[in-house]
């Protein structure tokens, strides 16, 4: 069973802030799954080489070239940026980064 | 006008005039909307009739696309709260493919948040209903698409698959659904669940269909790296050919707990016809089958911390304005924003991924995974195609199973070893079920980018069922 800290730390890293209600539920929840998904330990995969993907490609790539269809214009730019939820003029206003307090 | 159109009867109608391209649209749009509110299949409908290019293969044919794929200028919510109000920037490849064919859109199809889900109840905008029994889940994530092509509220839809999204709802609607194999379909417009595991696959009313829009949909593309090379047969080409022969595998370890047992008997009808039609049919295994679901929900929610991090309410979707620093905007726009079973997995993958668990849950299930494409690939060198339940039990009711998502993890027992070993499959309408009167689903599974002869085997066994 994951502890309180553990399940705050983890709500953490995933930059979700959880109540204490939820802290409870998750905590329950997420360790019946790490219950079920910790019988992969009855498989020795000493030498077993791991598969991250299945295509056989490696290394895809592109020419490094100019690209006529995303060139910069304000139609783009709308696109791209058009809805966050605040801005000015081209660019995107966020919050303080640094918290005044510590 | 008739009931239940497929591709062809569109088509043949178009062409004797029996209607316009604007008619069929009309009735499908008054369709929609008289019985949209009754299943929740679709989350937005389409007023307007985009232009139609004609003279192509599916020009006019009226289709749904699942709302994690972008159409642009129109919303994509993949379910959440979190895009509620996103308008797409462009079209995916599937869809700008779709385009080019011909087809109109009518809308945008419900499913489980971020296609997290196998019973779309974790859709942020309600659970769709079973057209079959309202009272029970389509499955999911794509329960909205499976929905849609069951009640004939379009002619096709488009569905992804990560773990089983697009077979497992296809079965439990009596529909035919197909996962391609990995790289095929390009994934470019599909808003990213698990990015080494999803594929974009049609939910079709039969299986010619289906080869028919994996034709137009697949192929490479310079925007998504992991499409591989490959030549795009005409797939429609070998559906009639004979299949005297084939090799069809069995797996042992299909016939397990918790298989019910009205299921079993459709699974065992379908192999004993596939024998009729001169099939081979050999006992196999697949050592490792019993491990991929624990591998699955280590890869999938590692994937998805990652793909899911892009939600910080800063460029587009929901943000709080809560708080003083951009650190209570992450934090408040997220925890407003996602629904539990994001929430869940985000989680889950941030502790996967952590120091000091690294190895023990990522890279193991990694080594798994490995394991479980050994094992197919073994198999495949003696059988040309394997079958077996697409899951293991008919539509259950809404609610049911929602307070225990252990419960709902095992609904894909039988479609997450597909997608960790890339393999193309399919699931077709086997029958009713003998107690509970509701489809069920025959999956049959294919070698890597051989769609050809998993189809063939589909069409010919789809006839005699």
Request: aromatic share 8%; glycine share 8%; proline share 5%.
């Amino acid at each position: 069973m994951l502890s309180e800290k553990e399940i705050k730390h983890i709500a953490n890293l995933a930059r979700i802030r959880i109540s204490g209600a939820e802290e409870d539920k998750f905590r329950k929840e997420l360790s019946l799954i790490i219950d079920y998904i910790n019988k992969l330990n009855e498989l020795d995969t000493e030498n077993v080489e791991p598969l991250y993907q299945v295509t056989g490609l490696t290394n895809s790539g592109r020419p490094d070239k100019h690209r006529a269809d995303f060139e910069m214009s304000d139609k783009l730019n709308e696109k791209l940026i058009g809805q966050a939820p605040r801005s000015e003029k081209r660019f995107i206003k966020v919050k303080s980064v640094l918290n005044k307090n510590g | 006008m008739a009931k239940n159109y497929t591709i062809k009867d569109i088509l043949a109608g178009l062409k004797t005039r029996e209607f316009s391209a604007e008619e069929i649209f009309k009735y499908y749009n008054a369709k929609i909307k008289i019985e949209n509110n009754k299943l929740n299949a679709y989350l937005s409908v389409f007023e307007n009739r985009t232009d139609i290019l004609p003279d192509q293969p599916l020009s006019a044919v009226p289709c749904a696309i699942k709302d994690n794929m972008l159409i642009e200028g129109t919303a994509a919510t993949a379910g959440s709260k979190i895009l509620e109000n996103y308008i797409s920037a462009y079209d995916a490849t599937a869809v700008s493919k779709l385009r080019s064919s011909g087809v109109q859109f009518l809308g945008k199809t419900n499913l489980d948040e971020f296609a997290m889900g196998t019973s779309t109840e974790n859709s942020a905008f309600g659970p769709t209903k079973n057209p079959h029994d309202v009272k029970r889940v389509p499955g999911g994530s794509s329960g909205g698409s499976a929905a849609a092509v069951a009640a004939d509220l379009c002619v096709f839809a488009l569905g992804s698959d990560t773990g089983g999204s697009v077979r497992q709802p296809a079965s439990m609607c009596g529909v035919v659904g197909l996962k391609p194999t990995y790289g095929r379909v390009s994934r470019h417009g599909l808003i990213a669940m698990a990015s080494s595991l999803d594929q974009i696959g049609p939910l079709t009313k039969n299986v010619y269909d289906a080869a028919l829009v994996l034709g137009i949909i697949a192929g490479t593309d310079k925007f998504d790296s992991t499409t591989v090379p490959r030549e795009v047969p005409d797939f429609t080409k070998n559906l009639d050919k004979n299949i005297k022969g084939l090799k069809i595998g069995v797996p042992k370890e299909f016939f397990r707990e918790g298989l019910s047992s009205e299921v079993e008997e459709k699974i065992r009808y379908a192999i004993a016809k596939l024998e009729d039609l001169g099939c081979e049919i050999a006992d196999i295994s697949l050592p490792n089958f019993e491990y991929a679901l624990a591998s699955y929900y280590i890869i999938v929610p590692s994937e998805v911390s990652s793909n899911l991090a892009r939600f910080d309410g800063i460029r587009y979707g929901y943000s709080s304005h809560g708080g003083s620093t951009l650190s209570d905007t992450y934090l408040e726009s997220r925890s407003h924003g996602f629904g539990p079973e994001p929430k869940r997995r985000i989680m889950l993958g941030a502790y996967a991924l952590s120091s000091g668990y690294y190895d023990a849950y990522y890279l193991k299930a990694q080594k798994v995974r490995a394991l479980i494409k050994k094992d197919f690939d073994e198999a495949f060198g003696k059988v040309d195609v394997i079958v077996g339940p697409t899951s293991p039990t008919t539509a259950f009711k809404i609610g049911e199973k929602a307070s225990d998502p252990l419960s709902l993890y095992l609904e894909d027992v039988y479609t997450v070893p597909v997608n960790l070993a890339g393999l193309p499959g399919i699931s077709i309408p086997a029958g009713l079920g003998k107690n509970s009167r509701l489809p069920i689903g025959f999956q049959m599974i294919g070698k890597h980018f051989d769609e050809q002869t998993l189809l063939n085997a589909a069409h010919q066994l789809e006839k005699v069922l």
